[in-house]
């Protein structure tokens, strides 16, 4: 039996168009003549095919057409090398996500054993990790077994240094490239990751524009942290090679408020992308400032949990819809709001994620647990079973039919929990409506001693004593103990460069 | 709530990565277009016309510029920029006959190629109406093509894992350890197995129960004929999940013996020699949707003007991708009947049924047209026929031409006379007349109605 499989050696759109005899095109196959793949060097020129690219007049239409790279071919297109990579994986994922549980999981374990595999033969942490742990064969990992694997902590990864990097790295998952993340611990971990396991990262990105059916046309803003240009010719590298999309503009999260709201004005982005307490900032600065940014359509929150009324407030001030993507820097997006509701979905295809109990355990739904993450892809500095020190309350299966474990959602990190005198621990679930009828533009709580909370807050005069009374009332609700509450006003609510912004904070030490 | 669809066994290359999979590059250029097609099958008519029309604004741009023939149709048209084309501009394009394919096929080929089409690929074929036809395709233009076939086999929910049969005009019996193109460039497959549409079809019923694939894909004929012998011989094969066929006009009857015979489904794939698949049967419903990421399909009066749905008229198919010969508004001399859109939700056209070849086509007095099918049980069960052709010799008078080793008596040619009035429904005036052989046509088929009655010219 012969095998005609196709072989790497591929057609190249440079080359003449040479003659070639054929007895025929049969439809029926099998055909083992024939492996065209289009394109495959980035930047071939599609002079000829210079018909203006399609636009997209209803995004729930989800008629964006990919970008063409062979000239006279605009529809259906031919994108180029990295575009039909990008659009080979969102077929995938397009499939992938109505899987049934069992079956996602039953792919993330044969992922998840290529990938300790490789651990175990190129990572020197691992290699060591298995030899002392004994306890773990190749083709035995099972999701039982694998509970029993150990969980690597934020310390043990700023401990291993390099032995977590692997050696070697299959030639087809590219060169490493570097996340710096500080998360709220303010000690900056840096994690290592391929070219492949960007490429990944850049899928789900794409994936969340299709599911939110984000007009590619458009122009996208972000208020971001990092080094960056303040425009952009495209929506970038998820994007890039597979569609034609519009301008992005970006500013710093560092700015101030009132800068950051003239620049969106000044911009007018279809989409703004930044962290849910920015957005939520910037909605209460609009309010107060009468000044209200034109043409934008959602808003895409990340990183942190944003605040409990921001969907509230996005939709009575602005009239747009908020999309959430609970992302951390070591991993990319880790799960995206589903489209129809507004829990998250976990990325299973990129990330094995777990909500453990205290014991180890799986979380039920409606239990909140530690978040601990296997990056699937990542062959450059496997993290595997790594607890990002995320608390997270596990959901229900989806009613959308998606397959994808559902997070309902992130409750905090444990410096986020608060504790009483009776020692009972919790994420204090933050009502936003006992702000509403107050100055109130931004708050934070910082837990003092077991007995008491300060509020901090920022606001254009001090609270009255009847306004005090009301909070008071509401947190009593809220917090489900008599703490002793003390209101400090402040003009701003500090944080570090790109730190996530904290509504709750703990300054107890030690373990809680 | 949309329901999971089957668990694809996709295909990985890259060391390490096992899902979501990184098929090799053709197999990531497939998978790019099933993107693409998963997506444009649901929009709606307009927005799909409107990408249509993009990609024949470029198509005739080229052809204008570099295809000898095309080089004076936009004036020939009353347009004076390929932009101009629209559904109702196009209407003054002029149709492409065959013949003038035939008479002077150098004068379709391009004489010049934009980059990244790939190689020129020349074709040789029997053509869709058995006439011989020298044609020039691109790989690009069959690589669309080779994404249509893969879009049936995922339409029809085919488990790529199991064993696939293909009865195939080229090439000798032989067995595979994949599907082949396009399946093998994406997908783990199970292996295949492929004999000679040509063998004898208890040799073929033969194969297939030895065999034992669970997919089989063949002519629409060649399937009836498998079928018919499986049911004389009361063999039937093991486990045979789905049938395509394509080729041919389906004959009558042959869906519901599949499933009675065979419990197996049967899906119709409408396609031509030159231009590849055109329609493919609704994955959910009985009609043909047109593959219109590939092909611009016109159902036409014969006064020019498209049919409304419910209306037949002739097949005008204009490929949207082939730039080295291109075929423009080109006449497949196939009628066929549109129909309203389909409840399935996809915005691609629907064929309601394809009547068959002009030739085929049988009319009456009263201007009715339908496909001239008589491959009936009552010509062996009333005399001793051998061969038989009947002609349509005016829109009134048939002529049944015939084999066998007597003449037919009086009464034998009454009782065929009744059933063909019965099957036609209409009271012909039928001539019997004995031959001793029953000519084949110019592609060597042998065809079962001919129509030579003069007939209404666009």
Known sequence: MKDHRPTSTAWSPTRSNKRQARTGVDPCGPDDQFHWCGPLQEGSDPSNCSYPPATVDNPHDRVAIPASSVAGIGFPAVPSARGQTMLALLFQLERSQWLAPQQILGHQFEQLRALIDHARAQVPYYRDHLRRAQIFTLAGISPASFARWPVLSRADVLGADEALLARNLPAAHGAFAWNTTTGSTGQPVRVATSALGALFQDALVLRSHFWYCLDLSLKFGAIRSGDHAPSAADWGSATRGSFDTGPAAFFGLSEDLGAQLDWLCRETPAYLLSRGHTLHSLIHESCASGRRPGGLKALLSFADRPPDDLRALAR????????????????????????????????????????????????????????????????????????????????????????????????????????????????????????????????????????????????????????????????????????????????????????????????????? | MRTAGPDLPFYSTVPGIVWPAFPPEAGQAMLAAQFQFDQSQWWPAERMREQQFRQLH???????????????????????????????????????????????????????????HGDWRLVTTSGSSGEPLRAATTDAAIFVQHALVLRSQLWYGFDFRRKHAFLRTFGASERFPDWGSPANAVFRTGPST????????????????????????????????????????????????????????????????????????????????????????????????????????????????????????????????????????YDLRDHARLADPCPCGRGLPVLEEILGRSGQIAVDPSGRRFLGHLNLGFWTTVAPIIQRQVVQLTPARLEVRYVAQRDLSPGEQAEIARNIRVAMRYDYEIAFTRVAQIARNAGGKFDDFVSIAPRVGV
């Open chain 2, 194 to 329: 492929q004999t000679r549409a040509t063998d004898d079809h208890r040799t073929q019923l033969e194969w297939i129960c030895r065999e034992k694939p669970e997919y089989l894909k063949a002519h629409a004929v060649t399937i009836r004929a498998i079928l018919e012998e499986s049911r004389r011989s009361g063999r039937v094969p093991d486990g045979i999940r789905a049938i395509i066929v394509y080729g041919e006009m389906l004959p009558h009857g042959t869906r519901e013996l599949a499933r009675e015979l065979w419990h197996a489904a049967l899906f119709d794939v409408y396609s031509a020699s030159e231009v590849g698949s055109i329609a493919f049967q609704c994955p959910e419903h009985a009609g043909l949707h047109v593959q219109s990421e590939h092909v611009y399909v016109e159902v036409l009066r014969d006064d020019g003007s498209p049919c409304a749905p419910g209306e037949s008229g002739r097949v005008i198919v204009t490929d949207l991708h082939n730039f080295a010969m291109p075929l423009i508004r």
């Open chain 1, 316 to 512: 009575e001030v602005w009239d747009v819809p908020v999309f959430d993507t609970y992302s951390a820097g070591e991993f990319g997006a880790l799960a995206l709001q589903c489209p129809d509701h507004e829990h998250l979905h976990v990325q299973s295809e990129n990330a094995l994620l777990e909500i453990l109990r205290e014991d180890g355990s799986a979380c039920a739904p409606g239990e909140v647990g530690r978040v601990v993450v296997t990056d699937l892809h990542n062959f450059a500095m496997p993290l595997i079973r790594y607890a990002i020190g995320d608390y997270a309350e596990a959901g229900e299966p989806c009613p959308c039919g998606r397959g994808l474990p559902v997070i309902r959602r992130i409750a905090g990190r444990s410096s986020n929990m608060a504790i009483d005198v009776n020692g009972r621990r919790f994420w204090p679930l933050l009502s936003p409506f006992m702000w509403i009828d107050t100055p109130i533009t931004q708050r934070q709580f910082v837990q003092l001693t077991r007995a008491r909370i300060e509020v901090r807050f920022v606001a254009p005069r001090d609270l009255t004593s009847a306004e005090e009374a009301i909070i008071r009332k509401g947190l009593l609700s809220t917090f489900r103990h008599p703490f002793e509450f003390s209101f400090v006003r402040v003009a701003e609510i500090a944080r570090a460069p790109g730190a996530k912004f904290e509504e709750f904070i703990s300054s107890l030490e030690g373990p809680q």
């Open chain 2, 58 to 116: 470029l198509l005739i741009a080229h052809a204008t510029a570099n295809v000898p023939h095309y080089r004076d149709h936009l004036m020939h048209a009353g347009l004076s920029a390929p932009e101009h084309i629209s559904p109702e501009t196009f209407l003054r394009w002029p149709v492409l006959d065959k013949r003038d394919l035939q008479s002077d096929a150098q004068r379709f080929e391009a004489t010049s190629m934009p980059a990244g």
